[in-house]
């Protein structure tokens, strides 16, 4: 793709969101090992893999009560 | 009215710590961002595509394809999302036990159901508001000369199905005591719309319509009289479910 | 004044009876021991007292007031803490304290003096993490200390001991003691040392019907036998003796089991010492002799057979 300068100003954004997210949520997935379901491996995958959704599942439905 | 203040800033704090405002916040700005990406990669990927020798014109991408895509993201993953987000509200709290202490603290049931409503509501509205807000101004932006009719007309009703859903939740979420069954319920419901639209004589009643025809209403042509009646329809749909679960969470035992 | 009044309480649960025709009162200023096994319906008359259930037929009044299913007004004079008390697991004790004072419409410095001195009660004020954190003691006097922050009339404390140490429990009966100035208990339990430490009047609830109700001293003296019991270094020292005392007539009833007698008799002091009397006399060597106090443990068994 040659005007991929054109896509920029959407990638960047959208990048920094997606990352941003991803790390966070591998940060607390770590610090937190006590899910209600899985454990600490598949949920870094899943936090990783599925960009956006992975995280909301895991803070919807994965994350334990510890704080 | 102090309860209920109370309450509702409690549900705000469990929505900050428990990073779900932070998460709903990033998923809708990326729905913001993805629309018009979407409509501008398109006609992209299709000549990459087209390029087996075989020639497509394709019109230049134009604001109401950004728009398209906007409408498309936020009427299906957009409600998901949010629908997921606020499927546990009264049931999670139901199943730990945690309201005992408030109900016998004097807290009614009836301010705990409509302070949680209206976090719900208030967080749909600020994430559709940004996802809007983000998309409008990459359209401006890159597509600054197109005329677009009807816009927050549009957007508004899509605002208004989500209030419509959110009640719905509420509603299942007073009667069973599953988050899964709840959802199921909800899910049922929305396919229960859609079978409606099959009957052309319910068409005009289906609250459906204002997740269904956003694009077609950015049109100058299109009759927003016509939406009158789903409207109406939805507003007094989301009263009724209102009431009902406020009565059905009076009767639950906690 | 009564504080609490429940008048001829019948709940069922589908067919089940789980509560037959309950009728007592609590006084102002009194520990009210509420016995009875798992499932003899002690948590069910809670939950009617705080309105959290639906009555089948009688009624309950707090302060005088008549308790209503739902939003009950009934409530601000109550506290109560449920036998596993659950929190916010994102918030810090002081911000559940306030959200609680809140609700009960506290002002707001008032608020604040309330909880400084609660979490100092029940020794949380240092604590800075979210409940989240907490053990389960700790969330046990969190529970108490949400209990009494609207100054209850009556607290209702759902067997606040049962799952802790020796050492937490004497924390919470403490507490109780110490709540007992301002406010009446009504306090469920099934361990009985408890109740025997803290409690003026005692209920024993058995499968749903009230079988005892009364004060603690009252109800010992009613129910209990006099009995001595006498121990032996033999066992057949103990059956020559029993033998002896079977034929009395002074004796009401004797009871062997190994190297032990149990002795019941009418008057323990004057037949006491007629029973020492006989132990001389026939020259067996008694080991220990022993005037049975009666045991609420002794009663319950009893009641409940």
Redesign the interface.
């Known amino acids: 793709?040659n005007?991929l300068a054109?896509?920029l100003?959407?990638?960047i954004?959208?990048v920094v969101?997606?990352l941003?997210?991803a790390i966070?949520s591998v940060i607390?997935v770590l610090k937190h090992p006590q899910y209600r379901f899985g454990n600490k491996a598949l949920w870094v995958v899943v936090v990783l893999v599925f960009q956006?959704i992975g995280?909301?599942v895991y803070?919807?439905f994965g994350?334990g009560?510890?704080? | 009215m102090r309860a209920y203040l109370a309450f509702i800033k409690k549900e705000g704090l469990e929505l900050i710590r428990?990073?779900?405002l932070?998460?709903m916040f990033?998923?809708f700005?990326?729905f913001g961002?993805?629309s018009?990406?979407m409509a501008?990669?398109m006609p992209?990927l299709m000549s990459q595509l087209a390029l087996e020798g075989i020639e497509i014109s394709l019109p230049e991408p134009s604001a109401i394809d950004c728009y398209a895509q906007f409408f498309k993201n936020l009427t299906q993953m957009g409600l998901l999302?949010i629908v997921?987000?606020f499927s546990?509200m009264l049931t999670q709290e139901l199943g730990k036990g945690t309201l005992v202490h408030l109900v016998t603290k004097g807290l009614p049931k009836s301010t705990i159901l409509l302070a949680k409503y209206t976090v719900a509501s208030l967080s749909w509205t600020a994430c559709l508001l940004l996802a809007f807000s983000v998309t409008y101004g990459?359209t401006v932006?890159l597509f600054s000369g197109d005329e677009i009719f009807h816009l927050f007309y549009s957007v508004s009703v899509l605002w208004l199905f989500g209030l419509f859903l959110l009640a719905v939740s509420s509603f299942f979420q007073t009667i069973v005591k599953s988050q899964a069954t709840q959802l199921i319920l909800v899910a049922f419901c929305i396919g229960g719309l859609f079978l409606l639209k099959l009957f052309p004589k319910m068409e005009e009643y289906n609250p459906l319509t204002l997740v269904t025809d956003n694009v077609a209403m950015l049109d100058k042509a299109y009759d927003l009289t016509s939406l009158t009646i789903p409207i109406f329809m939805t507003i007094g749909l989301t009263i009724v479910l209102l009431l009902g679960s406020l009565l059905a969470f009076f009767k639950k035992q906690l | 004044m009564n504080v609490l009044e429940v008048k001829s309480l019948t709940k069922q649960f589908g067919t089940k009876t789980v509560l037959r025709d309950i009728s007592f009162t609590i006084p102002s200023q009194c520990i009210f021991g509420f016995l009875g096994q798992n499932g003899a319906g002690k948590t069910t008359t809670m939950k009617l007292i705080l309105g959290l259930l639906q009555a089948n037929s009688g009624e309950i009044f707090v302060c005088g007031e008549p308790v209503v299913y739902g939003n009950t007004k009934t409530n601000r004079w109550i506290g109560y803490l449920p036998d596993v008390p659950e929190f916010y697991?994102?918030m810090t004790p002081r911000e559940y304290l306030s959200l609680c004072g809140e609700i009960t419409g506290l002002a707001k410095d008032e608020i604040r003096s309330r909880c400084d001195e609660l979490l100092e009660l029940v020794g949380l004020s240092k604590e800075n993490?979210?409940?989240?954190?907490f053990s389960r003691g700790m969330k046990q006097r969190l529970g108490i200390a949400q209990a009494l922050l609207n100054n209850p009339k009556l607290l209702i404390c759902d067997e606040p001991t049962s799952a802790l140490d020796p050492v937490g429990r004497k924390e919470i009966l403490d507490v109780l003691l110490k709540a007992k100035e301002k406010t009446a208990i009504l306090f469920s339990t099934h361990i009985l040392t408890d109740v025997e430490q803290i409690c003026d009047q005692v209920a024993i609830l058995h499968e749903g019907e009230l079988v005892l109700n009364g004060s603690l001293e009252d109800l010992k003296k009613q129910h209990a036998k006099n009995q001595i019991r006498l121990v032996f270094k033999e066992e057949h020292q103990a059956c020559q003796l029993q033998s002896l005392l079977v034929t009395d007539a002074r004796i009401k009833e004797v009871h062997q089991q190994d190297t032990t007698l149990n002795v019941e008799v009418n008057d323990l002091e004057e037949d006491g010492r007629y029973l020492l009397k006989v132990i001389l006399e026939s020259g067996v060597p008694i080991y220990q002799f022993e005037v049975l106090e009666p045991t609420l443990e002794a009663l319950f068994m009893e009641v409940i057979a």
């Open positions: 793709m005007q054109d896509y100003p959407f990638l954004p959208l969101a997606q941003g997210l966070f607390h956006f995280p909301a803070f919807l994350r009560d510890q704080e | 428990t990073y779900k932070l998460l990033l998923i700005f990326a961002v993805m018009p990406l501008k990669l992209d999302v997921l987000m546990g990459y932006y | 697991s994102y993490r979210r409940i989240g954190g």
